[in-house]
């Protein structure tokens, strides 16, 4: 796995965590990031916790096993020692699902504002387009309208 940050710009720009790259023509920036690597990441995080489950599901079963035929002292600082990991997998298991859950959600979210402000960027240059195409036949309209009026006929020579 890279080392880059999934929130470097697209094209893998720059080292810091800049989220915009630079400024559309039309004063707003597309939502820099790859949500193909933080939907990675997030996939990662979730098979771990699912393995981290997994250690701690067979630890507690482990448990009786080992400890079954034990009494006494020995048995309850193992059991206490047991229980202990058990809770440290289980709220390991729980942050690493949460973790997987946000990078998923970032990238979906990402995914989408990128999508929007490019399309955002698209409609802006098809209406510059039409704008100055319409300032265009404005401007040929104007100009044969002039150049069809003869002064010389209303005001004379």
């Known amino acids: 796995m890279s080392s880059a940050s999934p929130f470097s710009p697209i094209g893998g720009g720059g080292g810091g965590l800049s989220v915009f790259g630079g400024q559309t023509a039309f004063g707003f920036a597309v939502p820099q990031g790859d949500p193909g690597r933080l939907a990675a990441q997030g996939e990662n995080c ?32 193992f059991a206490s020692y047991t229980e202990h990991a058990v809770g440290i997998l289980n709220s390991s298991e729980q942050a ?52 069809t009026i003869n002064v010389g006929t209303y005001y004379g020579p």
């Open 46 to 77: 979730s098979m771990s916790a699912v393995g981290m489950g997994e250690v701690r599901a067979g630890l507690g079963r482990g448990m009786g096993t080992v400890a079954g035929d034990w009494s006494g002292a020995a048995h309850s600082a």
């Open 96 to 147: 690493l699902t949460d973790a997987g859950s946000a990078f998923t959600r970032l990238s979906e979210l990402l995914g989408r504002a990128q999508a929007g402000a490019r399309a955002a960027a698209a409609d802006c240059e098809d209406f510059q387009g039409r704008q100055q195409a319409a300032e265009a036949e404005q401007a040929a309209h104007t100009a044969h309208a002039n150049g």
